[in-house]
């Protein structure tokens, strides 16, 4: 296993903030070479020559929670069928690979997701992200960061800002933050009774 309790990380800010490890040079079958089993803790992507291994802090986790709980809240209420991808690996073979925070098809299940939603917590390269899933195809794409959240759509190979979401299309993305960002301090059964009655 490549993280070891010897290595010289910081283990108290695990609780806050995100552990990143980047390895350059590296090839696709060096990715490959990371078994979802053994590093099942981390998100694990392969981007231009760069393996990124993130282990995600105490925040990244609850903003990443509370976005996946409004988004089956809004499931529930609309009645639309949701099939959870979780952390599953998506990629472009010999190109681009990511396990997204979260990963949701709508309606029927499908081989990709219709909704990727990516927390930057810490540290990250949103250029990269858009980058990572365009080639994937991903047609719609959250990006929270700095307490903003930012919806992409997939137009023509290229991500374009929307301000509602075209696959949720009763969520704004200006309303929707302001829910999201109380997951730090309050609990989402709260945040998720107030984000029901407005949508």
């Not at 609309?78 to 190109?95: A, H, I, K």
Request: charged share 20%.
């Amino acid at each position: 296993m490549l993280i070891t309790a010897n290595l010289p990380l910081n283990r108290d800010k695990f609780t806050q903030e995100d552990q990143i490890l980047t390895i350059t040079g590296a090839n696709w079958l060096d990715y490959q070479k990371f078994d979802s089993q053994e590093y099942s803790c981390y998100r694990v992507s392969y981007f231009n020559g760069e393996i990124t291994i993130v282990s995600p802090g105490r925040n990244h986790e609850r903003i990443s929670a509370i976005i996946n709980r409004l988004i089956i809240a809004y499931c529930e209420k609309y009645e639309l069928q949701d099939f959870p991808f979780g952390q599953t690996r998506l990629n472009v073979s010999g190109q681009t690979g990511r396990e997204p925070d979260i990963a949701y098809a709508f309606s029927v299940d499908k081989d990709l997701p219709d909704l990727v939603v990516e927390v930057i917590f810490s540290s990250g390269d949103i250029e990269v992200l858009k980058s990572s899933y365009q080639q994937i195809g991903i047609p719609e794409l959250w990006i929270w960061k700095n307490n903003n959240i930012t919806f992409y759509y997939l137009e023509q190979n290229s991500y374009i800002i929307i301000e509602y979401s075209k696959i949720l299309p009763n969520i704004k993305s200006d309303f929707f933050i302001e829910y999201v960002n109380r997951g730090i301090t309050e609990s989402p059964l709260l945040i998720k009774k107030d984000f029901l009655t407005i949508i």
